[in-house]
C-alpha cells in the first residue's frame, strides 16, 4: 500500500482555516472594522446589503497601505502588529494574528483600494477565492476601503447555514456597536440596503452609550470610577429600575476589546445583589485597564476571550467598584442589613449602673427524644392538616380535566367580583374562583387569534403616541412592520422614536409602551417573533382587565361566561391556572 499522507493544496487550507475566523457576515464586519481602527482612522463607514450575503464594505480614512503592504495583507500570517512571541504579552492593537484577511479572501470576491498620505494613487487589489485576479492604480482618497462581495460563493454548504437576514444582521449589529462602544473619539456611520441605520458622531463615553441606545437611557447611567494596582475600572452601570430579563445591554471591555466572561458579569449581578428580582440582568458598559502582560488574549481567533493571571482580585475589584458607585447614588440602603436590627435598638446602661453579662440558662437533662402525650398530639395534629391539604392540592392540581365546554353552552351563569381581583361563580356543587386578568387575557387571546388572517380593524389617532427608542430597537422593529400592520398598528420610524398613528380597537393609547416594550423583549429573546401566537399574547397581557380593577355585577358575569363557553378556558396564554376550583365536600371538610 502507497503512502496517503500528503499536503492539501492551498486554497483547500485556507477555505478550512477561514472557518475559524469566518463564521458568518457579522466575522468580516468585526475584522474589517477593527483593522480600520488600528490604523488610527477618524471616520469609518460599514454598508452592508441582504445582511452582508451580497456585499460588506468598510471604508476608512486611516493611514492607508502602500503597494506592497497591500499584496502582503492578504497573506496568511502576515501582520504589522508583533515580530516575536513576546509581543503577543503586550498587544495594544485589535488584531495581530495575520489570518482575517486572508480567511475573507478565500471564501469572497474580495476588491480592495487604499492610499497613503504620501502616495499619489491609490492601488487596487481584486482577489476572487484567495487568488489575485488584478492590481491597478486609481484615484481615490487616503485610507483603504475594502468591499467584500457574495461571501461563501464557492463554499455553498457555509451560505446555506446563515440564517435568515433579520438574525444576521443582528449579529453585524452586535459587532459594529461593540467597536463604536469602544472607540467614541471615532465617527461611525452604518447603512444597510442603502438605508441609514447609525451615525455616531465623535464624543465622550456617555455621550455614544445615548446615541446607540436612546435619550431614554440617560437618566439610568450610573458612572463607575475605580483605580487599583491591579486594575482600573470606569464606566456606567445602568439603575435597578432599567434591568432587564433579556440580555443584551452588557459590555465588557479590557482595553477597549470587547470581552465575554460569565465570571466578570456574576461580579456585577453579585453587586446588584437583593436590588433586582430573579433573573433581570443589569445593564454595563465597563472599562478594564489592565497591564497588556498580566492577560492572554491568544485564546480563540474571534479574540473575545481572555484569561486573566489573577481572576479573583479582578472579581472583587469589579464588584467593590459597582458596590461603591451604586451606594455613592443612593441606589443601594446605606444601612448594613447584615446586622441585626434589633442590635439598632439596645437601650444603653444607665448613668452610674454597671453592666451585667448576659446569664444563659441551659437544662442539661434535656432528651428530645423524649416527648409527651401532648407533643404526639401536637404532632398528629400537624399530620393531619399537612394531609388535608396535599389532598386539596391533589384533587385540585389537575383543572383541565373538570371543565369542558359543552357543560357552559346553555349554562345561566351567576357571578360576583371579589377584592377587585377575582370572580366568584360555581359549577356542578363546586365554587369556582376566577383570576379576573388571566381569565380576559385569554378571551382576548382566543379572540386576536382567530383574527390573525385578516387585517385588524383599526383606530385612526388624533395625536401619534410617540415612545422614544434608539437606532437597534427602531431596526428590530422596522423587520415586522407588515405583521405590525396586519394587527393594526400604523407606525412610523425617526432616528430616534417610533410613532404609533393607530391602534387595534381594542387597544388604548396607554397600553401602547408596555405593547412595544414586551414586542421588543420577545424580539431580543427569541430572533423572531411568531406573530399569530406571540403577538395575539402581548395584546392580551397589556390589554386584559387588571388586577384591583373594579367590575359592575354584569361585567363579572359576562367576563365569566365569556371564559365558560371557550373551548379550553383552563390555563392563560402564558400557561397559568385561570381559576381554582373547590368541592363542597372540601369545605365541609374545613368547617368541622
Known amino acids: 500500500m502507497g503512502d496517503v499522507i ?127 485576479r488584478d492590481q491597478v492604480p486609481r484615484a481615490a482618497r487616503t485610507g483603504t476601503s475594502i468591499s467584500v462581495k457574495n461571501l461563501f460563493y464557492n463554499v455553498p454548504a457555509r451560505r446555506n447555514f446563515l440564517k435568515s437576514n433579520q438574525i444576521e444582521l443582528k449579529h453585524i ?31 465622550n463615553l456617555k455621550q455614544r452609550i445615548i446615541q446607540v441606545f436612546g435619550r431614554k437611557i440617560e437618566p439610568q447611567l450610573v458612572p463607575v470610577a475605580e483605580e487599583t494596582e491591579i486594575v482600573s475600572v470606569k464606566g456606567f452601570v445602568g439603575k ?11 459590555y465588557f471591555f479590557v482595553n477597549n476589546r470587547f470581552i465575554k466572561n460569565n465570571y466578570l458579569h456574576k461580579a456585577i449581578v453579585d453587586a446588584f445583589e437583593h436590588l433586582l428580582p430573579n433573573q433581570y440582568v443589569p445593564s454595563y458598559f465597563l472599562f478594564l485597564e489592565i497591564d497588556p502582560s498580566k492577560i492572554d488574549i491568544n485564546i480563540h481567533p474571534t479574540k473575545t476571550e481572555i484569561k486573566f493571571e489573577d481572576e479573583y482580585a479582578i472579581y472583587a475589584v469589579l464588584r467593590a467598584a459597582v458596590k461603591h458607585a451604586l451606594g455613592q447614588y443612593n441606589i443601594t440602603p446605606s444601612l448594613d442589613f447584615d446586622q441585626n436590627p434589633d442590635w439598632a435598638f439596645i437601650p444603653s446602661a444607665p448613668k452610674g449602673g454597671t453592666i451585667k453579662a448576659p446569664e444563659i440558662h441551659v437544662d442539661r437533662n434535656y432528651n428530645p427524644f423524649e416527648t409527651s402525650a401532648n407533643s404526639y398530639k401536637e404532632i398528629q395534629a400537624t399530620n393531619d392538616l399537612y394531609k388535608s391539604f396535599s389532598e386539596f392540592e391533589l384533587e385540585n392540581n389537575h383543572p383541565e380535566t373538570i371543565l369542558d365546554k359543552a357543560d357552559f353552552d346553555s349554562l345561566e351563569i351567576n357571578a ?127 390589554v386584559a382587565i387588571k388586577k384591583g380593577e373594579g367590575l359592575l355585577p354584569e361585567q363579572a358575569k359576562h367576563l365569566a361566561q365569556q371564559l365558560l363557553t371557550l373551548g379550553e378556558p383552563n390555563f392563560s396564554p402564558y400557561g397559568k391556572p385561570v381559576f381554582v376550583q373547590i368541592s363542597e365536600s372540601e369545605i365541609i371538610k374545613k368547617l368541622n
Open 6 to 132: 500528503q499536503l492539501l493544496p492551498d486554497h483547500v487550507a485556507n477555505q478550512i482555516a477561514a472557518g475559524e475566523v469566518v463564521q458568518r457576515p457579522a466575522s468580516v464586519v468585526k475584522e474589517l472594522i477593527e483593522n480600520a481602527v488600528d490604523a488610527k482612522a477618524n471616520s469609518i463607514s460599514l454598508i452592508i446589503k441582504d445582511a452582508g450575503r451580497t456585499l460588506i464594505q468598510v471604508s476608512d480614512d486611516g493611514a492607508g497601505m502602500s503597494v506592497t503592504d497591500l499584496r502582503m495583507a492578504f497573506e496568511r500570517h502576515a501582520t504589522s502588529k508583533i515580530r516575536t512571541t513576546e509581543d503577543i504579552f503586550s498587544i495594544q492593537t485589535k488584531g495581530f494574528r495575520g489570518e482575517a484577511l486572508a480567511s475573507i479572501a478565500a471564501v469572497a470576491q474580495v476588491d480592495a483600494v487604499s492610499k497613503r498620505d504620501q502616495d499619489e494613487v491609490a492601488t487596487r487589489l481584486i482577489i476572487e477565492g484567495g487568488e489575485v
Open 173 to 203: 449589529q452586535d459587532e459594529f456597536l461593540r467597536v463604536a462602544l469602544a472607540h467614541e473619539a471615532i465617527e461611525f456611520n452604518f447603512y444597510h440596503n442603502d438605508s441609514e441605520l447609525y451615525v455616531l458622531k465623535k464624543g
Open 240 to 250: 435597578p429600575e432599567s434591568a432587564k430579563k433579556a440580555r443584551g445591554e452588557q
Open 416 to 542: 360576583f367580583q371579589w377584592q377587585n381581583k377575582y370572580i366568584v361563580t360555581h359549577h356542578k356543587g363546586e365554587l369556582l374562583i376566577i383570576d379576573q386578568h388571566r381569565a380576559h387575557q385569554l378571551i382576548l387571546f382566543e379572540k386576536l387569534k382567530k383574527s390573525s388572517t385578516e387585517n385588524a380593524l383599526s383606530q385612526r389617532l388624533l395625536f401619534p403616541v410617540e415612545i422614544i427608542s434608539n437606532a437597534t430597537e427602531i431596526s428590530q422593529l422596522k423587520n415586522i412592520e407588515t405583521d405590525l400592520f396586519r394587527f393594526g398598528f400604523d407606525v412610523e420610524f425617526t432616528i430616534d422614536q417610533i410613532l404609533v398613528n393607530a391602534l387595534p380597537t381594542e387597544v388604548e393609547p396607554e397600553n401602547v409602551p408596555g405593547i412595544f416594550s414586551d414586542f421588543l423583549t420577545d424580539l431580543e429573546l427569541h430572533d423572531k417573533i411568531s406573530f399569530e401566537v406571540e403577538i395575539a399574547k402581548i395584546l392580551a397581557k397589556n
